[in-house]
């Protein structure tokens, strides 16, 4: 019940498309829902992030869209680069506990 | 977003000996901070959480003898490697929590044991 289940687990894409990353969850009660970026030997940066109240959320070129019957959240990303290329990972929390629960990660690539 | 450190970036170590890793969060007050480890192509295991002042608390399966927490203050955590072995080579990182909600990540310490 504590898991985020993430798809795909690779994904490759041409300069210019849309990736999106899928994420599912069962604990209704996590109500905080972050993406981050990694690249290659550094540490996640937080890309952006959500709570239940709305159900999408844009920042740039990233958009979070999120759909609380469901117990899914995705990540959009417009217009990719090939600097976007990165693993992904999305995550929930629950606002008393202090934990986040991560997904086990996207390699995205984009191509040229 | 909030800058967190991390210090060293990398180390070399011999087996046997211990390592300590610094985590600063820059430009916030961080009450409670987390330690991951990080396999290759893997995701983010959290081996413990560190709330400041007080004893950190440890996932199922992490040997707090031999990763030592240490939160002196609301800026600060430490992970000590005691006694290390090859097996403990890994990716280590830390978060620190600015509340109520956003979690940031410092760069990581890639860990070496020969």
């Known amino acids: 019940q504590q898991q985020v289940k993430q798809s795909p687990q690779s994904l490759i894409v041409q300069k210019g498309g849309i990736p999106i990353i899928n994420c599912a969850y069962e604990?209704?009660?996590?109500?905080?829902f972050p993406w981050y970026q990694q690249f290659p030997g550094k540490g996640p940066a937080l890309l952006i992030a959500?709570?239940?109240?709305?159900s999408e959320k844009k920042e740039g070129r990233f958009t979070i869209s999120f759909n609380k019957s469901a117990k899914q959240f995705s990540l959009h990303i417009m217009d990719s680069q090939p600097g976007d290329s990165a693993t992904y990972f999305c995550?929930?929390?629950?606002?008393?506990?202090?934990?986040?629960?991560f997904g086990k990660g996207t390699k995205l690539t984009v191509n040229p | 977003g909030a800058v967190v450190s991390q210090h060293p970036s990398r180390v070399i170590c011999k087996s046997g000996t211990s390592v300590k890793i610094e985590c600063r969060s820059l430009?916030?007050?961080?009450?409670?901070m987390f330690w991951y480890r990080q396999f290759p192509k893997q995701s983010l295991m959290l081996m413990a959480t560190?709330?400041?002042?007080?004893?950190?608390?440890?996932e199922q399966g992490v040997e707090k003898d031999k990763f030592l927490i240490n939160h002196a203050s609301l800026t600060l955590s430490t992970l000590t490697v005691t006694s290390a072995h090859p097996e403990d080579s890994s990716f280590y990182i830390c978060?620190?929590?600015?509340?109520?909600?956003?979690?940031?990540f410092g760069p990581g310490t890639r860990l070496t044991v020969t």
């Open positions: 978060s620190a929590k600015d509340p109520p909600y956003e979690q940031y």
């Open positions: 604990n209704t009660a996590f109500d905080y």
């Open positions: 959500i709570r239940p109240d709305v």
């Open positions: 995550a929930a929390g629950e606002g008393g506990s202090e934990k986040l629960v």
């Open positions: 430009d916030f007050q961080a009450t409670t």
């Open positions: 560190s709330n400041e002042g007080s004893k950190a608390t440890y």
